[in-house]
């Protein structure tokens, strides 16, 4: 029997062991339970949940250039293209006919381009062109005429812009109209203010048979000052006056005349005010060129179309426009006025080429390219 019971003690014990542990194990889950009912809880919306102090960012101790900036303050304004700044020389004082450049300026047209203009009054017309060539200004007026001289003489000249599309120039005689022939004609004693005078219009009224005659009295220079030499009778007719303003002006010191045009001399029509570019310089500043044609032609579209506002304009920033003669003379210089400034006649420039040759004024007849431009070809 002892040896029976030795048998079964083992597995008694063992059971035994492992009933003391599965009851400590349950009362300790038990206390665990008590001690912590919270963690077992299921979660709900009502739930207070707290958050460990590490997961808190400190506002203070932000730095100021972890911020963003870009959408707080403005980006910088774009800095405006320059301004090219431009100096014009007209061919003579300012008149009527020089209207679209001074409602290009007066309106911001230029400055709408990118470019300021200053316009500049010679104290001699002969100079203009020659200040043109010498790089002293960007550009010049003149009339087409004293452009072929010119530029038969070598002078690096070009046309790029009309503004007036027929002469402004006649023959101005003292006395009333008459029926004047070759005879009465070739009898007066003429003055000049430029080239264009002495060598067009008077060889069509002094034939050379005239010029070769002893009592013949020589064509006189004038050095733009005919209306003196009208009052103190040293000519008969002028060969190259403005027949918009030397009669009125002559007509103030009693003096009557009557006009002579061109065509009645069988000189070709030409462009009566044309801007000049200096050609050595052309292509590098095309773009300025065409920029500046485009100012004057929007300045010549609002002309036709705000006549009287254009003249209120004129006479506003230029008060010495604001006379009789200049007002008498508007309505029919707005009707010669360039729409399309840029615009090129080439079959004009062409056939007043071949007129210079045949008058034996040139040796050779110079292409058109050379003597006038479509800026906006360029």
Known sequence: MLRCLLRCWHPILLSLIVTLLFSNSVIYANEEREES??????????????????????IDSESVEEVPTTAQTPAPPLEPPPVKHITLMLDWYLSPQHAALVIAKERGLYAAQGLEVEIQSPADPSIAIKLL????????LTRQPLLHMQAHNGAPIVRIATLIET???????A???????ENTLAGLHYGYTTGEGRDLSIPRLLPRSVQQTDDFTSPINLHFDPIRAMREGQIDAVADGFYHYLPQQLATEGINTHVIRF????????DGLVVLANSDTLARRADTWSRFV???????????????AAWELLISAHPVLDNDINANAWEDILRRMALSPAALDSRRYADFE?????MGLTDETLPVSRLAVDPHTL
């Not at 071949?354 to 045949?358: C, E, G, I, M």
């Open 37 to 58: 009912p919270s963690e077992t809880a299921p979660l709900t919306l009502d739930t207070d949940v707290e958050v460990p102090e590490a997961f808190w960012r400190n």
């Open 133 to 140: 060539t010498a790089g002293e200004v960007d550009l010049a």
């Open 167 to 173: 002469s402004l120039t006649a023959v101005i005689v």
């Open 175 to 181: 006395g009333e109209e008459q029926a004047e022939t």
């Open 263 to 270: 065509d009645e001399l069988d000189i070709p029509r030409n």
């Open 294 to 308: 485009l100012a004057v032609e929007q300045a010549s579209h609002w002309i036709i179309d705000n006549p009287d």
């Open 354 to 358: 071949t007129f210079l040759h045949k």
